[in-house]
């Protein structure tokens, strides 16, 4: 039987970052996927690194954010340093623009509700912001620079975490589906892998919105898919060097020239078509914001599965089984949590205390939830 100080099932961002950081500790680690590691949500992501909370009841997490925007600079350098590829970190802010009639006072209600949780967000006059980036729209009512923000290429942040993980010691092995959970008692002594018991001290779930399907797992876990339609455009003599945000889309620029346009949020299961009305959405939002994007040409389209939750939170730390955690659940901000998801991870497993409250975010919100309602 293979013997580990962890094992981890999924070999997306966060279970590939939490290998990494574990094995930088010293641990023994495997990492087991179903398939080729890095193809699912962490591959079709558009890599916006953002802390602001896109709704009131993602407030909660900002704090999380802000301190994983923190370790962001120092988690690229090691990757970077490790894997010797590049990730495309592009730490220079993202504009932000208006077009309501009313955008005045959408400007001053914006930058309070950034200023009222400890985020940067600055008025730009729509000149300054043409300035900074002409591919803007003419028709822009008022900007807002949110100078802290950035982005990252998350197809080559994903390739540079595995092999970084894999030169660092971490086993990986692909094409291995976890089934369930290894459970002796109140204890979790590994995973069962196909067939096959794998023998772990630490177990940890981070299989994105298939994690449920894991048995002994949907209980601490009860996460959906929400599909993400997303393409890439480039040409049409544009160039952005910053995230650009509307009410309808962003667009994110890559090194390579592309400029990533999405992405559509849909609750309908694991569902991945392409739909006419979602690229249709993406399309007028893009040249909405950056009209020369009517003669660029869509390079690519796809869509990928967020990992969503009840409370559309992360689920992260300790379950009531001894030895389980859960590191899942990151919906929409699963790129921008992925260095504090992977330190928090570490510090728990080699510590057994942490150094930021995550407790809002403990798996055993949902366990309480499904055993008060079974009673
Ligand atoms: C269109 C779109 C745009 C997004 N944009 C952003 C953004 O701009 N910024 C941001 O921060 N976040 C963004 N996100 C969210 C972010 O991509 C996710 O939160 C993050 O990638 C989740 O990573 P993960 O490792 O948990 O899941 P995944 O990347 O989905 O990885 C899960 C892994 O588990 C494996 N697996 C599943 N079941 C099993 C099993 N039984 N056994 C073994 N392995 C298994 C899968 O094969 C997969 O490799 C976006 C997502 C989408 C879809």
Known sequence: MKKFD????????????????????GLRVALFDRQIPGQEASWASAGILSPAPETAGMIPLVPIGKTSMALYPEFVAEVEGISEEKTGYRPKGTIQALFSRDARAELSTVIALHHGVGLKAEPLRTEEARKLEPALSEEMEAAILRPDEGCIDNRALMS???????????????????????????????????EEKIAAQWTVIAAGCFSASIEGVGGYAPVQPAKGQIMALRGGGLKIE?????????????????????ATVENIGFDRKLTAGGMQKNLEG???????????????????????????????????VEGLLIATGHFRSGIVLT????????????????SVDWDRFSPLRFAQATRNASN
């Open 6 to 25: 962890v094992a981890i099932a999924g070999g997306g961002v966060i279970g590939g970052a939490i290998s990494l950081e574990l094995a930088r500790a």
């Open 160 to 194: 540079a975490v595995l092999v970084a993980a894999r030169k660092s010691g971490v086993e990986i092995f692909a094409a291995s589906e976890v089934k369930s959970i290894w459970r002796e008692g109140s204890r979790c002594a590994g995973l069962v892998v196909g």
């Open 286 to 320: 893009a040249i909405e914001l950056a009209p020369g994007l009517a003669n660029a040409q869509i390079e690519e389209t796809w869509a990928g599965l967020r990992p969503d939750t009840p409370d559309h939170l992360p689920i992260l730390g300790p379950t009531d």
């Open 339 to 354: 260095p504090i998801t992977a330190r928090l991870i570490r510090e728990w497993i080699t510590l057994q205390k942490v």
């Open 242 to 262: 910053r995230v650009l945000w509307s009410e309808n889309i962003y667009l994110v620029p890559r090194n390579d020239g592309r400029i990533i346009a999405g």
